[in-house]
Protein backbone atom coordinates (compact mmCIF):
# COMPACT_ATOMS: atom_id res chain seq x y z
CA UNK A 1 0.00 0.00 0.00
CA UNK A 2 1.72 3.46 -1.31
CA UNK A 3 1.35 6.22 1.00
CA UNK A 4 2.48 9.62 0.85
CA UNK A 5 2.70 11.66 4.00
CA UNK A 6 3.23 15.33 4.37
CA UNK A 7 4.12 18.12 7.42
CA UNK A 8 5.65 21.17 7.41
CA UNK A 9 2.52 23.14 6.78
CA UNK A 10 1.14 26.14 8.88
CA UNK A 11 1.17 29.85 9.57
CA UNK A 12 3.54 32.14 8.86
CA UNK A 13 3.68 35.79 8.26
CA UNK A 14 5.19 37.36 5.01
CA UNK A 15 8.45 37.11 4.17
CA UNK A 16 9.02 33.97 6.57
CA UNK A 17 10.27 30.38 5.34
CA UNK A 18 8.53 27.08 5.90
CA UNK A 19 10.04 23.25 5.07
CA UNK A 20 7.20 21.06 3.90
CA UNK A 21 8.17 17.39 3.94
CA UNK A 22 6.60 13.91 2.23
CA UNK A 23 7.52 10.50 3.44
CA UNK A 24 6.28 8.25 1.16
CA UNK A 25 6.35 4.27 2.00
CA UNK A 26 5.49 1.13 -0.23
CA UNK A 27 6.92 2.51 -3.78
CA UNK A 28 10.17 2.14 -5.01
CA UNK A 29 10.89 6.01 -4.37
CA UNK A 30 13.95 6.48 -6.31
CA UNK A 31 12.31 5.21 -9.66
CA UNK A 32 10.04 7.90 -10.04
CA UNK A 33 10.07 11.63 -10.74
CA UNK A 34 8.08 13.59 -7.85
CA UNK A 35 6.19 16.74 -7.31
CA UNK A 36 4.90 19.58 -5.27
CA UNK A 37 1.33 21.20 -6.84
CA UNK A 38 -0.83 23.45 -4.70
CA UNK A 39 -4.08 24.43 -4.80
CA UNK A 40 -5.68 27.62 -3.43
CA UNK A 41 -9.55 28.15 -2.49
CA UNK A 42 -11.36 28.77 -5.58
CA UNK A 43 -8.54 27.81 -7.79
CA UNK A 44 -7.26 25.04 -9.84
CA UNK A 45 -4.43 22.79 -8.84
CA UNK A 46 -1.03 23.81 -9.94
CA UNK A 47 2.22 22.49 -10.39
CA UNK A 48 4.91 24.47 -8.02
CA UNK A 49 7.89 22.09 -8.91
CA UNK A 50 9.05 18.88 -9.84
CA UNK A 51 12.34 16.56 -9.00
CA UNK A 52 13.25 13.26 -11.71
CA UNK A 53 14.72 10.41 -10.30
CA UNK A 54 18.55 11.72 -11.19
CA UNK A 55 17.74 15.39 -9.01
CA UNK A 56 16.49 17.68 -11.97
CA UNK A 57 14.83 20.27 -10.87
CA UNK A 58 11.79 22.38 -12.49
CA UNK A 59 10.06 25.27 -11.21
CA UNK A 60 6.65 27.05 -11.83
CA UNK A 61 7.44 30.89 -12.90
CA UNK A 62 5.65 32.06 -9.47
CA UNK A 63 8.06 30.09 -7.13
CA UNK A 64 11.38 30.59 -9.08
CA UNK A 65 14.31 31.58 -6.87
CA UNK A 66 12.84 31.03 -3.62
CA UNK A 67 11.57 27.70 -3.48
CA UNK A 68 14.33 24.65 -3.51
CA UNK A 69 12.58 21.28 -4.31
CA UNK A 70 15.05 18.62 -3.38
CA UNK A 71 14.66 14.02 -2.34
CA UNK A 72 16.60 12.33 -0.14
CA UNK A 73 16.04 9.02 -1.81
CA UNK A 74 17.55 6.97 1.60
CA UNK A 75 14.95 8.22 3.59
CA UNK A 76 12.48 7.85 0.55
CA UNK A 77 11.23 12.01 0.88
CA UNK A 78 10.85 14.62 -0.72
CA UNK A 79 11.17 18.31 0.31
CA UNK A 80 10.15 21.57 -0.55
CA UNK A 81 11.83 24.25 1.16
CA UNK A 82 10.03 27.62 0.63
CA UNK A 83 11.43 31.15 1.34
CA UNK A 84 10.51 35.10 1.01
CA UNK A 85 7.08 33.39 0.72
CA UNK A 86 3.80 35.55 -0.18
CA UNK A 87 0.45 36.13 0.55
CA UNK A 88 -0.46 34.59 -2.73
CA UNK A 89 1.69 31.23 -1.34
CA UNK A 90 -1.01 30.50 0.94
CA UNK A 91 -3.09 26.97 -0.23
CA UNK A 92 -3.29 23.46 0.50
CA UNK A 93 0.34 21.78 -0.86
CA UNK A 94 -0.30 18.14 -1.84
CA UNK A 95 3.09 15.98 -3.12
CA UNK A 96 2.29 13.79 -5.73
CA UNK A 97 5.00 10.70 -7.37
CA UNK A 98 4.51 10.14 -11.00
CA UNK A 99 5.13 12.26 -13.96
CA UNK A 100 3.55 13.26 -16.33
CA UNK A 101 0.65 11.31 -14.62
CA UNK A 102 0.62 11.76 -11.13
CA UNK A 103 -0.04 8.02 -9.89
CA UNK A 104 -0.14 8.82 -6.37
CA UNK A 105 -1.55 12.29 -3.97
CA UNK A 106 -0.83 12.79 -0.26
CA UNK A 107 -3.43 14.15 1.48
CA UNK A 108 -2.42 17.73 1.55
CA UNK A 109 -0.83 20.15 4.11
CA UNK A 110 -2.09 23.79 4.47
CA UNK A 111 0.45 26.72 4.10
CA UNK A 112 -1.05 30.09 5.04
CA UNK A 113 0.64 33.53 4.71
CA UNK A 114 -0.61 36.26 6.55
CA UNK A 115 0.61 39.22 8.50
Known amino acids: QVQLVESGGGLVQPGGSLRLSCATS????????SAWYRQAPGKQRELVAK???????NYADSVKGRFTISRDNAKNTVYLQMNSLKLDDTAVYYC?????????WGQGTQVTVSS
Open 26 to 33: GITFSFYT
Open 51 to 57: ITSGGSA
Open 96 to 104: SIGWPIVTY
